[in-house]
């Protein structure tokens, strides 16, 4: 059916009554039977409510050398893709025993001085809910000791694992998750949270196997695979956004500092572009309202978008769960796409 091109009118610019708007609407079903077209749908107004805005962030630096990249060539690539990709800056979660030798803090500085933004994810990268509060919260001020001078730093804090402190059945009262709020707090620090998860770790392991045992690997189907798994989820985030909140937040990607990053940012930050994605500062984003809206649930794996979702009473795997988090899921995604084939020895 053809769109008839030109502005709509609705009730608010001619004061129409309800029965005018039923008189009206009458018209308007003759008009298209008679003329064979519908009218333009009116555009959406560009406030919060309906721009789709995500910030990068990525978890676990300095990583050491992998299959793909030593950490330092990794570093190296990783801020050249990102500033190719004009991303502006995004936010580096520093597990921070990485930084016991200088060149793990000499890339740290590195991420800092092209103008990404340098926060806190522990220091020894520690289950919350296992571990002792008081040795738990001693690993967040080491932490914070040695990131002690480095540039653009920001009081944000990420739990590795998105391990609140609330796993476990003896973790349930909260009594945990509640004391490493009030610790966080009493630090001047605030939660880095996410709201789009993805398993890219598990994508990447899977990719550094792969090398290891001489697959042929198809880099081009690599990058699709991992564009998709991120753009899947920053949109299964951003309806159950909508549905649960009334509006877009403004959305946390969680990642990690991986050869995937280190070799298709650029492809990534593109692919969001062209979904209608604007890539906003770390800063934007945990400046919104959610930033303060503490869930109740100890239900914080997925994030706080779903977290708040099990507040408000939403249930099932439908809702809730997504490929880009789920590790079969990635392997068939990999599978289907021929992303590795296995070398035949003709030898044998």
């Not at 000499?106 to 926060?119: F, S, V």
């Not at 572009?273 to 109740?296: M, N, Q």
């Not at 649930?297 to 994030?303: L, Q």
Request: with cysteine.
């Amino acid at each position: 059916m053809r769109v008839c091109r030109g502005r709509g009118v609705g009730r608010h610019d001619l004061g129409f009554s309800g029965v005018d708007m039923r008189i009206s609407a009458l018209i308007g079903l003759i008009f298209v039977l008679l003329v064979g077209c519908t009218p333009e749908p009116t555009p959406k107004p560009s406030s919060e409510k309906y721009t789709k805005r995500i910030a990068l962030t990525y978890d676990d630096a300095p990583r050491g050398d992998g299959s793909v990249y030593s950490g330092v060539d990794r570093t190296s690539s990783f801020i050249a893709q990102l500033e190719e990709a004009n991303t502006g800056p995004v936010a580096i979660f520093v597990t921070t025993r990485g930084m016991n030798k200088q060149e793990g803090r000499q890339r740290i500085e590195a991420y800092a001085q092209a103008g990404h933004l340098i926060a806190n994810h522990s220091d020894t990268h520690m289950w919350a809910s296992p571990t002792p509060t008081d040795i738990y919260i001693a690993d967040i001020d080491r932490a914070e000791e040695k990131l002690e001078g480095i540039p653009n730093r920001r009081p944000w804090y990420r739990f590795p694992y998105l391990d609140e402190g609330s796993r476990g059945e003896e973790n349930r009262d909260l009594v945990k998750r509640d004391q490493l709020r009030k610790a966080l707090a009493d630090r001047g620090l605030i939660s880095g949270y996410v709201t789009v998860d993805t398993f890219d770790w598990h994508l990447d392991r899977l990719w550094q196997d792969a090398v290891k045992r001489g697959a042929k690997i198809d880099t081009e189907a690599l990058s699709k695979v991992y564009t998709d798994m991120v753009l899947d989820a920053a949109e299964h985030f951003d309806v159950m956004g909508q549905e649960v909140l009334g509006r877009r937040p403004a959305q946390v990607l969680l990642l990690h500092e991986n050869d995937l990053a280190a070799s298709f940012t650029v492809d990534l930050v593109r692919a969001l572009r062209a979904d209608g994605w604007t890539i906003i500062s770390p800063d934007e984003a945990f400046a919104d309202p959610i930033a303060v809206h503490l869930p109740k649930t100890g239900f914080a794996g997925m994030g706080r978008i779903a977290a708040l979702a099990a507040d408000a009473g939403y249930k099932g795997a439908e809702f809730f769960d997504h490929w880009s988090a789920d590790e079969k899921g990635i392997e068939t995604r990999l599978a289907d796409d021929g992303v590795f084939t296995e070398s035949v020895d003709i030898n044998k």
